[in-house]
Nanobody, 124 residues
């Protein structure tokens, strides 16, 4: 059973930086993709960024390019999302997700495993 645990959220001010972490356990496949999604109040969950574990290939939502950086630490089985220049519109619950296979997909329904979410609140 794959488990994903996020951490690193909090209340910050606009312009601040934050790093979210997602640690995976129980994973047996060596080929998988992990991603970050977020859901703001009253809105649909949306794709933020993803990383293919084997080669580190990444993909980002257009609106976060240049401010968000996704990365992974193989030794720690941990994925990160570094966020700079936070904006109030970044306020959301951020979810870590994983899927077996290496297809680059931004569709949340194709992800098999989900963390519990971590709240990021950005004050203006």
């Amino acid at each position: 059973q794959v488990q994903l645990v996020e951490s690193g959220g909090g209340l910050v001010q606009a312009g601040d930086s934050l790093r979210l972490s997602c640690t995976a356990s129980g994973r047996t496949s060596s080929r998988y993709t992990m991603g970050w999604f977020r859901q703001a109040p009253g809105k649909e969950r949306e794709f933020v960024a993803l990383i293919r574990w084997s080669d580190g290939s990444t993909s980002y939502r257009d609106s976060v390019k240049g401010r968000f950086t996704i990365s992974r630490d193989n030794a720690k089985n941990t994925m990160y999302l570094q966020i700079h220049s936070l904006k109030p519109e970044d306020t959301a619950v951020y979810y870590c997700a994983g899927r077996d296979g290496e297809s680059i997909t931004i569709v949340d329904k194709t992800y098999d495993y989900w963390g519990q979410g971590t709240q990021v609140t950005v004050s203006s």
